[in-house]
C-alpha cells in the first residue's frame, strides 16, 4: 500500500512548510466567521480549569513525588518531599525554564533510581514524540553527560548506576531495539532487536523492583520476558 502523504514527515522540507501553512491559512479563512465563538468557548473552557494545582503524591523510597502547576504557567513543575508532606519541597524539573526559547517541551519518561540520587528523563523538544534521554544527579543538580535520542522507556537497574533503555527505529519510529548503559562509561550495549514489524517493544520494572521486564506487544498479543 501507498501513503501519498508520507513526505509530509520531512519537517526540514521547504515544500512541507509550505503545504502546513497554505492548509492553515485555507482554515483560518474558511472558519473566520467563528473566530468570536472560538474565543469564548476558550475563555468558557479556562474558567473551569485550576491553573495552580497539584497530583496526587506518589510514595517512593522515603520520597513523595507530585507534579504541580502555577497559574500563567504553561508546563508543569516536578517534585518531591522527603518524609512527609510538610517536609520542605525539592524541584526536580521545571518543564517551564526547560523550555524557555523554544517553541514546545514535552516530557516523557521520569524515572529515579532505587536510591533516590539520580533521575532518567526525557525530553521532546520537537513536539513530535521524540525523546531525548538526559540523567540529572538530584544530590547536587548536575546533569550527566549520559544521553541519546529517540528514547522510548526507561528502567533503572538495582546498581543505581545502569540504564536499560529503548530506542525507536529512525523512519517508523516503532520502539524496536533495547540497550544497556552503565553511567560514566561510553557506549550503549545492544541487548534485543525486535524485527517483526508489527511488534513494539518497552523496557519496565516490577513493583518488588526484583525484576526487569522487556514487553513486545502487537495489536493482538503481547509476552513479556
Known sequence: ??????????????QVIKYLEAENAYTEAMTKGLKPFEDALYQEMVSHIKETDWSVPVRRGGYYYYSRTEEGKQYPIECRKKGSLEAKEEVLLDLNELGKGRNFVGLGAFVVSDDQNLLAYTLDYVGYRQFTLHVKDLRGGATLP??????????WAADNETLFL??????????????????????????????????????????????LLLSAESTDTTEFR
Not at 500500500?1 to 521547504?14: G, Q, V
Not at 549520559?146 to 528502567?155: G, L
Open 166 to 211: 529503548v530506542t525507536e527505529d529512525a523512519v517508523t519510529k516503532r520502539p524496536n531495539r533495547a540497550l544497556r548503559h552503565t553511567l560514566g562509561q561510553n557506549g550503549f550495549e545492544p541487548l534485543y532487536e525486535e524485527k517483526d514489524e508489527t511488534f513494539q517493544i518497552s523496557m519496565q520494572k516490577t513493583r518488588d523492583k526484583r525484576y
Open 1 to 14: 500500500m501507498s501513503d501519498n502523504y508520507f513526505w509530509l514527515r520531512e519537517k526540514s522540507n521547504p
Open 146 to 155: 549520559d544521553t541519546i535520542e529517540r528514547v522510548d522507556s526507561v528502567a
